[in-house]
Structure formats: C-alpha cells, structure tokens
C-alpha cells in the first residue's frame, strides 16, 4: 500500500525514528512572516504529542485536516522559526473541534477541520487571515499554486525549524485516481509536478494550497515515497457546511 494520511505517516516514521519531519520536499524557506495566515498546531492524543499545519479564515477561526484532531490542540500563530520565540508570536487554545460529520478515516475523504479559538487572534503584520473561495471561484489544471509546512527538505532528514513553501501545480484528476484509488474528484484537488520531486510530505498535514491568494485546498495525503502527486481536500466543495459553523459561532 503506497499511501497513507500524511499524519499516519508521520507517526510510523516516529515510532521507527525517534525524530518528527513535517515536511516540505523540494521547497525553499519562506520569508519571515510573508505568509501571515500560517498556523502551527501543537497537538495531543492518546499521550502522544504531534504537531500539524493549519491557516487562521477568521480571528477565532482556524481551518485544518480532519485527522489533525487530537484531546487537546493549542495553536500558534505569527511563527516562523518554531524554536525561537518571538514578539509576533500568538499562543491560542481551541475551544471546539468541528470535525466533518462524515469524514471517512479509510479512504480520508471529507478530511476537513474547524477550529475555534479560546480567544480571538490579534490581526498584524505578522498575523492575518487567508480568503476562502466562493462556490463559483473554480481552479484548473495547470494553475500554479503554493504550499507551506515546517519540516525537513528530503524524507528521512532532521525537521526544519523554519517554515518551507512549495509551488505546486494543479494536475488533472486522472494523474491522482491512478495514483490513488479513493481520490474523489468533486471534494479533493491533486497538485504536484511530473518533473520534479516538489510536494508536501509528513507534518504538513492541514496546510492550505494557496491559489491566487484563495485557499483552495487543505493538505490531506500522498505517497510515503513524498514522490508526487498529492492530494489535497477542495474547499470550495465545504461552503455550505464551513459557513453553517461559521455563522453558528
């Protein structure tokens, strides 16, 4: 079996390696604070701590994979370099986790999160909320887009520190039903690059895909190889339930 949820992935590479990489393969390092939506998500379950990717849409509102649910989540925002403390950081606890009710663990579908802030985030410089598409704000294969995530540059290495960016290209469907044979083409988007080794990998769990400044996609899995494609849970197919909660709290 080549895929797995990516935090799936992270945990068996934990468990064989002592060591976390969240991961973006074949990306550079963002500049400091160039993407103020980014979220860090510390997060516990079962006694075991894991961190995954997430993107702040409203003040007390955080969006994130469905698999990234945990006993408790604490939120990070204004981050870059997660080992180095700094002014811009913003600590927040979630008060409630909305998963989707129909996500489905076996074939990671629906794989989407919201969370709701303790408190509301203090908007900066550093610190700012992502778009969400409109039912009719439509993507295409070939748009070219960008993905973000702390972790190492290559399967295996140390994690990094800082936050990694990735451009990655829209494919078509097909590319990811032969790659995966749950890919529902309606509520998921396949991104990544035929000539070259460029996706998201371990850890970037719940990260968005950014197209044309519109979050368009959460990250949800790929191959444990990280050898693109990558699939990526298409909001645009959630507004009426993104919306339901959002209007609800």
Known sequence: MK?????????????SHETGADEIVGGKES???SRPYMAFLEIKRCKRNFTCGGF??????????AHCEGDSITVKLGVHNIRK??????????????????????????DIMLLKLEKKA????????????SRFNSVSPGQECLAAGWGSTEPRAPGSETLQEVELTLMNPSDCTMSFGCFDERSQLCAGNHTSRKSVFFGDSGGPLVCSC??????SY????????????????????????????
């Open 222 to 249: 790929g191959n444990k190889n990280a050898k693109p494609p990558a699939v990526f849970t298409r909001i645009a197919h959630y507004g009426s339930w993104i919306n339901q909660i959002l209007n609800a709290n």
């Open 31 to 33: 500049m400091p604070h």
């Open 85 to 110: 403390p700094e002014e811009t950081w913003q600590t927040l606890k979630v008060k409630h986790q909305f998963l989707h009710p129909k996500y489905n663990t076996e074939r990671s579908l629906n």
């Open 122 to 133: 203090k908007l900066t410089t550093a610190v700012n909320t992502l778009p969400l598409p």
């Open 214 to 219: 519109v979050a368009q996609g959460i990250v």
């Open 3 to 15: 895929l797995l949820p990516l935090l799936l992935l992270l945990l068996t590479f934990l468990l």
């Open 56 to 65: 702040l849409i409203r003040r007390d509102f955080v969006m994130t994979a």
